[in-house]
């Protein structure tokens, strides 16, 4: 059982365990921090590098962010995680790898914020930055910055007052041009990720 799965059950095993009775209201004025696993799968194969298509693979990581209530309902969040390092495969097998780091910046709504309940959904839209770095597709070769929109929906389950545990998947729109030492677009990549994470988080 790889690292994820184990990390996934036991946030599941003491949801279920703990949470039982614990309540909250998200009430404006809240800071939370979260942290976790996260799971990326690539949502496009539209990829290629000088004519020649190839696909992303899917990746494993840790995920953070913090984030902050404005109003009982209404807050932002800035997350990231660490980098993922993709394996880049074509019909003829390997074709190296490239490093992407997320950045987001989102605005969240809570549909139940104000009210007790250890169940506290939300969703969010905003912007995504992803840097690409340390490719390993040949000499010179680059990928350019990305930007683009994001979605997410999540839940916090109240463990205590303070306590809660976090699931959540998102969606964003990951695409970048590929440049040779000479600055010259030689392809792209079109990844789209959707993530699905899970995790801690804790309310200050």
Same mark, same amino acid.
């Given at each position: ?12 095993? $003491?949801?279920? $365990?703990?949470?039982?009775? @614990? ?5 404006? *004025? ?5 942290? &976790? ?5 690539? @949502? ?7 004519? @020649? /298509? ?8 840790? =995920? ?7 109003? /009982?309902?209404? &807050?932002?969040?800035?997350?990231? &995680?660490?980098?993922?390092?993709? /394996? ?13 780091? +997320?950045?987001? $910046?989102?605005?969240?709504?809570? +549909? ?6 250890? !169940?506290? +959904? ?15 597709? *040949? +000499? ?5 910055? =990305? ?6 929906? *999540? ?19 990951? /695409? ?9 677009? !030689?392809? $792209? ?7 699905? &994470? ?7």
């Amino acid at each position: 059982m790889n690292q994820f799965k184990i990390v996934t059950a036991a946030v599941i095993t $003491a949801g279920f $365990a703990m949470a039982s009775q @614990a309540a909250l209201a998200y009430t404006a *004025g809240d800071v939370f921090v979260r942290g &976790g696993v996260a799971k990326t799968d690539i @949502a496009s194969d539209d990829s290629n590098l000088e004519g @020649a /298509d190839f696909d992303v693979e899917s990746e494993n990581g840790y =995920s953070y962010g913090v984030g902050y209530l404005f109003h /009982d309902k209404f &807050g932002v969040e800035l997350n990231s &995680g660490e980098g993922y390092e993709h /394996d880049l495969t074509t019909a003829a097998g390997d074709a190296g790898s490239v490093e992407r780091l +997320p950045v987001n $910046a989102l605005f969240n709504y809570y +549909p139940m914020g104000g009210v007790d309940s250890r !169940i506290q +959904p939300y969703v969010g839209v905003g912007l995504n930055y992803t840097n690409f770095y340390s490719e390993d597709v *040949g +000499p010179g070769i680059k990928v350019d910055d =990305s930007y683009g929109a994001i979605g997410q929906a *999540g839940l916090d389950l109240a463990v205590t007052d303070n306590i809660l545990l976090n699931g959540y998947v998102s969606y964003a729109d990951v /695409d970048a041009d590929i440049t040779d030492g000479g600055g010259n677009n !030689i392809g $792209a990549v079109d990844i789209d990720p959707v993530t699905v &994470g899970g995790g801690v988080t804790y309310r200050f």
